[in-house]
């Protein structure tokens, strides 16, 4: 009886998914969508889609992720580890216990904080050779994959290199870029005893140089707490945060004001500037702080702001006070900025200004990482990172980032 109903369960996502890459605008989008309705359906942890470049490295890419292993930048060879092996021998795999199995690619798992335990892996056959795999990892129950999830996984896989030919898709495989934020396993618990709470548990992420971060999540997830040791405002509670390699995890609070002042920029959604101070006179008070500045002059002008260098705060607007905030951040030359809800207190037109001159930052180079609950900013993204209950839950690669004034809401 259960099973019958598992079953029909199962041809009802089928049937979804198949409309689904059929239809959708983005290919993309529709594998991501299909993926987690995998997942989903399978009371699973995590699933990747990966795909083997075999026009140029022969190397096997992690595409399309869901669940909170971040993939970003890493790869596999032919043969390597249990999805490699599924590509080079086109046979569909299911492995009870992942790290005491031969095949087991360990750096995975190191590298990323996510601990495998079991594996459905299914090849992708695009007519005669092998294009890829699904992996579906981690029964929520701990039970073993069933050969009803195993055929949920093998249709979702044929599905796909169907909609891959017919459509096309142009994934560009690139390399990783250089890590320049690392957390590993960071927890953060507020106060003792009775009023103990634990908000950060596990956090496992990796920042890219030069990469455009969006963190979403509900209230109250942890994401002011993460960006606040990110930022080096706050201490993590256990766990490992490193900048550049180097290791702030346990940093005293003079190294700790060293990083925050040469190496990070804030834009916060109160503007925070002070309100004796003309917008120019903002800037210096924090350029004169930090070596190697850069002139107030220029950064406003990089804002769009240099006729208003004399001006009050209170004599501009929200999105032209936000975006002196912006400039002040600038003055530092920081190698990240941090922004917590840049535009949550703007409206729409003043949103886009702002994240038009954010969009110019990222740009010149500056990896920025921002906290939003704006969904439609996350479209601007390199990366979407969604947060829940304390851990990373998803993380996602947009490989077209839409600009600023695509956005609508
Ligand atoms: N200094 C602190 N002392 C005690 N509890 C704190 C402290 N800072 C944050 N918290 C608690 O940690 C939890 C997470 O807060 P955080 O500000 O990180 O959430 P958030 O995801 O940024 O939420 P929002 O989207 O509403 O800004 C909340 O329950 C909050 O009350
Ligand atoms: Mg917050």
Same mark, same amino acid.
């Given at each position: 009886?259960?099973?019958?109903?598992?079953?029909?369960?199962?041809?009802?996502v089928?049937?979804?998914?198949?409309?689904?890459?059929?239809k959708?605008?983005?290919?993309?989008?529709?594998?991501?969508?299909?993926l987690?309705e995998?997942?989903?359906?399978?009371?699973?942890?995590?699933?990747?889609?990966?795909?083997?470049?075999?026009? +140029?490295? &022969?190397?096997?890419?992690?595409? %399309?992720?869901? $669940?909170?292993?971040? /993939?970003?930048? =890493?790869?596999?060879?032919?043969?390597?580890?249990?999805a490699?092996?599924?590509?080079?021998?086109?046979?569909?795999?299911?492995v009870?216990?992942?790290?005491?199995?031969?095949?087991?690619?360990?750096?995975?798992?190191?590298?990323?904080?996510?601990?495998?335990?079991?594996?459905?892996c299914?090849?992708?056959?695009n007519?005669?050779?092998?294009i890829?795999?699904?992996?579906?990892?981690n029964?929520?129950?701990?039970?073993l994959?069933?050969?009803?999830?195993?055929?949920l996984?093998?249709?979702?896989?044929?599905?796909?290199?169907?909609?891959?030919?017919?459509?096309?898709l142009?994934?560009?495989f690139?390399?990783?870029?250089?890590?320049?934020? +690392?957390? &590993?396993?960071v927890t953060?618990? %507020?106060?003792? $005893?009775?009023?103990? /709470?634990q908000? =950060?548990?596990?956090?496992?992420?990796?920042?890219r140089?030069?990469?455009?971060?969006?963190?979403?999540?509900e209230?109250?997830?942890?994401?002011?707490?993460?960006?606040?040791?990110?930022?080096?405002?706050?201490?993590?509670?256990?766990?490992?945060?490193?900048?550049?390699?180097?290791?702030?995890?346990?940093?005293?609070?003079?190294?700790?004001?060293e990083?925050?002042?040469?190496?990070?920029?804030?834009?916060?959604?109160?503007?925070?500037?002070?309100?004796?101070?003309?917008?120019?006179?903002?800037?210096?008070?924090?350029?004169?702080?930090?070596?190697?500045?850069?002139?107030?002059?220029?950064?406003?002008?990089?804002?769009?702001?240099?006729?208003?260098?004399?001006?009050?705060?209170?004599?501009?607007?929200? $999105?032209?006070?936000?975006?002196?905030?912006?400039?002040?951040?600038?003055?530092?030359?920081?190698?990240?900025?941090?922004?917590d809800?840049?535009?949550?207190?703007?409206?729409?037109?003043?949103?886009?200004?702002?994240?038009?001159?954010?969009?110019?930052?990222?740009?010149?180079?500056?990896?920025?990482?921002?906290?939003?609950h704006?969904?439609?900013?996350?479209?601007?993204?390199?990366?979407?990172?969604?947060m829940?209950?304390?851990?990373?839950?998803?993380?996602?690669?947009?490989?077209?980032p839409?600009?600023?004034?695509?956005?609508?809401w």
């Amino acid at each position: 009886m259960i099973k019958n109903n598992t079953k029909i369960e199962y041809t009802q996502v089928v049937w979804e998914i198949t409309s689904l890459l059929q239809k959708a605008e983005s290919l993309e989008d529709a594998l991501r969508t299909s993926l987690g309705e995998v997942v989903k359906a399978v009371c699973a942890e995590a699933g990747t889609i990966w795909f083997y470049n075999v026009n +140029s490295d &022969k190397r096997i890419y992690p595409s %399309f992720t869901i $669940g909170g292993a971040d /993939l970003t930048g =890493l790869s596999l060879e032919l043969g390597e580890g249990i999805a490699g092996m599924v590509v080079k021998e086109g046979k569909s795999t299911v492995v009870k216990d992942c790290r005491n199995d031969e095949r087991w690619a360990g750096r995975f798992d190191e590298t990323t904080g996510f601990v495998t335990k079991s594996m459905v892996c299914v090849p992708l056959v695009n007519k005669y050779e092998v294009i890829g795999c699904i992996q579906i990892i981690n029964k929520k129950d701990g039970s073993l994959f069933n050969d009803e999830d195993i055929s949920l996984c093998e249709n979702l896989a044929m599905l796909t290199a169907i909609a891959v030919d017919g459509r096309g898709l142009n994934l560009g495989f690139s390399e990783s870029k250089k890590s320049i934020i +690392s957390l &590993k396993n960071v927890t953060k618990t %507020f106060g003792t $005893g009775d009023t103990k /709470l634990q908000v =950060l548990k596990g956090v496992n992420l990796d920042i890219r140089e030069g990469e455009f971060l969006v963190i979403l999540g509900e209230s109250g997830c942890g994401k002011s707490t993460m960006l606040n040791i990110i930022g080096g405002m706050d201490q993590l509670t256990t766990g490992t945060f490193l900048f550049d390699g180097k290791d702030y995890s346990k940093a005293d609070e003079k190294t700790l004001t060293e990083y925050r002042r040469h190496s990070v920029g804030f834009i916060f959604q109160a503007y925070n500037l002070m309100p004796t101070l003309t917008a120019e006179e903002n800037l210096d008070f924090i350029g004169e702080l930090c070596d190697n500045s850069m002139d107030a002059a220029e950064a406003l002008e990089r804002v769009g702001l240099s006729q208003r260098k004399d001006n009050y705060p209170a004599q501009m607007s929200g $999105g032209q006070q936000q975006r002196v905030s912006i400039a002040r951040a600038l003055v530092k030359k920081p190698r990240i900025i941090l922004a917590d809800e840049p535009t949550a207190a703007l409206d729409y037109e003043t949103s886009i200004e702002v994240l038009t001159v954010l969009e110019e930052v990222i740009k010149s180079g500056t990896t920025l990482l921002m906290v939003t609950h704006n969904e439609e900013i996350a479209k601007m993204a390199n990366r979407v990172i969604r947060m829940k209950g304390g851990v990373v839950a998803e993380v996602i690669v947009n490989r077209h980032p839409a600009s600023a004034k695509e956005l609508v809401w």
